[in-house]
């Protein structure tokens, strides 16, 4: 992955493992890679202090309740791993700590035996919304403002060709589970 250095202080150094017959990044396309990072990570950290302060909820208990807001009815916990790209073990610990405080209820699927519906509750529905107003503040501020609105465009444009290719791979959620497998 890594190419060369691009003449920056951020810049990681080139890491000298062989990289067989992989051809490595340009300078170019290295440093866009670490200013997107750094940038997605910056972002996430003020969200993710912002949902704490105000809502006492991780980012990702904001996504799960983001998706079930806008959904047209309950969705399931495969669909809700899907969405939010989020490993089945961990969006069911995060489910259980969302049910424990009483913001989405879980129940089996009338047409699948297999699957569990994810409801939102009014209470998840009244914290999503105290909180929401102050998550648009941070994003706006860090996000959107240095921006002009052709910026804007172009962001949202580069990023759905992104995602969308990202998202032509199978979800996390349909990988095969990893069996354990006990020394003998």
Do not use: W
């Not at 998706?67 to 939010?84: C, E, I, K, W, Y």
């Not at 759905?160 to 990202?166: E, G, K």
Request: charged share 20%.
């Amino acid at each position: 992955m890594y190419g060369g250095g691009v003449n920056d202080r951020r810049t990681h150094p080139p890491v000298s493992a062989d990289t067989g017959d992989v051809q490595p990044l340009d300078p170019g396309q290295l440093e866009a890679y670490f200013v997107l990072l750094e940038a997605v990570s910056l972002l996430q950290h003020q969200v993710e202090q912002q949902l704490r302060a105000e809502g006492d909820i991780t980012y990702v208990q904001f996504q799960l309740l983001a998706r079930l807001v806008h959904a047209p009815g309950p969705l399931t916990m495969t669909q809700l791993a899907d969405g939010v790209v989020y490993s089945r073990s961990g969006l069911t610990y995060q489910a259980g700590l969302l049910e424990k405080n009483g913001l989405i209820a879980r129940g089996p699927c009338p047409d699948d035996d297999r699957a569990t519906l994810v409801t939102l509750t009014q209470a998840g529905s009244d914290l999503f919304r105290r909180v929401l107003p102050g998550h648009v503040e941070v994003s706006r501020a860090l996000l959107f403002d240095p921006l002009t609105d052709r910026d804007v465009h172009h962001l949202g444009d580069i990023m759905t060709r992104v995602r969308d290719h990202m998202r032509t791979l199978p979800p996390r959620s349909a990988a095969p589970r990893k069996r354990r497998t006990t020394p003998s």
